[in-house]
């Protein structure tokens, strides 16, 4: 009879777990349409001019589904960026200590490559211009851990204000060129960056 009850007892959880598994599914596919549907919007229109009503149309989701998953569209908004915060830190978080400035622009680059779309509503007309400032400033202390390995004759008041005007410089640079449907290649991108910045530290 135990032995019984135990197998019975595994083939419900086996059951159940297909079930947790299946509804992961749905949500993280809920979601996706969602979020796909959102960043198409955001670059037509800010956030603020977007309806949940033409969202869940474009996504073919119903309202309730949305609710389900998210205040309003600001908190979409808000996850989108919070999880392109969280690659680009991640990655660079192993790119930064060790690397040389060449392997660092380049996997700037590629990360932004790699979440094009996510890239192209967040630095275009509509997205929200604070955030690549909030990203770039918390890239200051590691960065600037890197160019002293390079310069370390410069005082930390000299490479700080070097940062502020590089990182600038860069995010107008990267802006643009995702703006203009990434035309040129992020090798080419990557060095121009790698290059004003030797240039910036040649200077100083």
């Not at 083939?11 to 959102?38: C, N, P, W, Y």
């Not at 919070?82 to 991640?90: F, N």
């Not at 990267?174 to 030797?198: H, L």
Request: hydrophobic letters at 40%.
């Amino acid at each position: 009879m135990s032995g019984r009850g135990g197998d019975r007892r595994a083939s419900a959880e086996r059951v159940e777990g297909g079930k947790t598994m299946k509804q992961d599914h749905r949500i993280r596919l809920t979601k996706l349409l969602l979020r796909e549907a959102f960043l198409d919007l955001l670059v037509e229109k800010p956030v603020a001019k977007i309806t949940v009503k033409e969202l869940c149309e474009q996504a073919n989701v119903n309202r309730a589904t949305f609710y389900a998953h998210y205040r309003d569209l600001f908190d979409l908004h808000e996850e989108i960026e919070r999880e392109l915060a969280h690659t680009i830190m991640r990655s660079l978080s192993t790119t930064l200590p060790d690397q040389s400035l060449s392997v660092f622009s380049n996997e700037i680059c590629r990360i932004i490559v790699d979440n094009e779309r996510s890239c192209q509503a967040i630095f275009g007309e509509h997205g929200d211009p604070e955030f690549p400032l909030r990203v770039v400033e918390t890239l200051r202390e590691s960065s600037i851990a890197l160019w002293r390995r390079q310069r370390p004759d410069l005082p930390e008041a000299e490479l700080d204000r070097l940062y502020t005007f590089m990182a600038n410089g860069c995010l107008s640079v990267i802006r643009s060129w995702v703006r203009n449907d990434m035309a040129d290649s992020p090798q080419d991108i990557a060095r121009f960056i790698e290059k004003m910045t030797d240039s910036g530290l040649a200077a100083l």
